[in-house]
């Protein structure tokens, strides 16, 4: 049997890699009516399947991407949280992607994990800056982002299955490295 491996850790959460067979509990955060009012659209199995993939290979290519993060006490998923290379206006950059199940939303584990992942970044990858990108009216996630440290800086437009979809940017630099 394989061993669960998990990336890191905060004081309520585990966070661990996403495997195939995580599709169930993959395809309820994806398909949650909150996060298919951010992005537009429903997650087929296909879809899901394909989210799955990505993260896969973000891991192969990054060594991290979104995972799965897991309650301790009660070992259920409360969502997906992690960080993603991503390219916003012609830069790549370290991003800080949260998903939760609308029933985990309102304590503090999108801020706890967006927290965690914030010093990862800083500590274990050496990055300077880490970047969100938000729906403008995703008034949740900007709040997690603010409540990170996070400073809006700008805005792009993110195609997204062929739609322009508005996004804003926020950034938190690393203290440490600017003193």
């Known amino acids: 049997m394989q061993q669960e491996t998990f990336i890191l850790e905060s004081e309520r959460l585990v966070f661990r890699k996403i495997k195939d067979n995580d599709f169930p509990v993959i395809a309820e955060i994806m398909r949650d009516k909150g996060v298919q009012k951010v992005w537009e659209h429903y997650f087929s199995d296909d879809d899901v399947k394909e989210w799955i993939s990505r993260r896969k290979k973000g891991y192969e290519d990054n060594g991290i991407d979104y995972l ?4 301790k006490r009660t070992g259920k998923p ?3 949280i992690g960080l993603l290379k991503e390219t916003i206006n012609n830069e790549t950059v370290w991003g800080i ?4 199940l609308s029933r985990f939303c309102g304590n503090g584990y999108a801020a706890e994990g967006a927290k ?3 010093d990862y970044a800083f500590r274990t990858l050496n990055a300077d800056r880490i970047v969100c990108d ?4 995703n008034t949740a996630s900007i709040a997690v982002a ?5 400073i809006e800086t700008g ?4 195609k997204y299955r062929g739609k322009d979809m508005p996004h804003l940017i926020f950034e938190l630099y690393d203290n440490k490295k600017s003193m």
């Open 68 to 71: 799965l993060a897991v309650h």
């Open 78 to 80: 409360v969502g997906q």
């Open 97 to 100: 992607g949260y998903i939760l």
């Open 116 to 118: 965690a992942m914030a």
């Open 134 to 137: 938000i729906r403008p009216m």
């Open 146 to 150: 603010k409540r990170i440290g996070m």
């Open 155 to 158: 805005s792009f437009i993110k």
